[in-house]
């Protein structure tokens, strides 16, 4: 028979996963992981935080056997340690969702009035790229696209959209996608295009999910 202190051992490291979760930077740097691998200076921008802050909070998560890392020359990336990882951030998220009375009003104050915005599910959004009915735009940063995308998907990012629209055809749909719910890129995206008579959805939520469902991705540059 196991021992108190053996036990409490035990459940003392399952508790270090939920202390390295206690952090919303540390919540926000998983987030953009579970796009793909980033340096340590792309990752602090992208948290506005320092590089030092953010280094920080990289090994916390590294310590808890969250996130891996990778040295190469002088840079240090990091990425998630498993496709669990994405699982537990998601469980945490819906648990949040469900259970936690104020993130239905944190998320209105972040994301605004979304009953303009209509949604295509993954299911739906991959029968028409198998029939040619939809134009799939990724509107992430370009690092997050050659890490990984949607097969099919074309990369603008939102400050590049007006300036490609004229590539853009008003005789398809469609459908833009980012990070994932909580992304507002591809909520702009859309209600950018349909101001100027596109006919545009966002899918239901983001590349991570797209990607552990199944569904057909690329990386690089190419589609």
């Known amino acids: 028979m196991g021992s108190r202190q053996a036990k409490d051992a035990l459940f003392e490291g399952f508790a270090a996963v939920g202390k390295a979760l206690a952090n919303g930077r540390r919540v926000e740097l998983l987030d953009v992981l579970a796009q793909g691998e980033r340096s340590v200076e792309d990752l602090a ?30 840079r240090v990336f990091y990425r998630l340690a498993s496709g669990d990882v994405f699982d537990l951030f998601a469980a945490v998220r819906r648990a949040a969702e469900q259970h936690v009375a104020a993130i239905e009003r ?61 590539t853009l055809s008003k005789n398809d749909e ?14 702009e995206a859309v209600r950018f295009l349909r101001r100027r008579g596109f006919r545009a959805r966002r899918l239901e939520d983001g590349f991570p999910e797209w990607k552990r469902a199944g569904f057909p991705v690329a990386d690089g540059t190419g589609g």
């Open 106 to 166: 944190l998320a209105g104050d972040y994301l605004g009035d979304r009953s303009d915005l209509e949604v295509v599910s993954r299911a739906e959004l991959l029968e028409r790229i198998d029939r040619g009915e939809v134009t799939v735009l990724d509107v992430r940063p370009d690092a997050e696209y050659e890490a990984g995308h949607i097969a099919g998907a074309r990369l603008l990012p939102l400050e590049r959209l007006r300036q490609h629209l004229r």
């Open 174 to 187: 469609v459908v833009a996608y980012c990070r994932g719910q909580y992304c507002v890129y591809a909520d």
């Open 45 to 74: 921008a992208e948290v506005d935080q320092s590089v030092s802050n953010t280094s920080h909070h990289l090994r916390t998560l590294a310590v808890a056997g969250l996130v891996g890392s990778r040295r190469s020359g002088t």
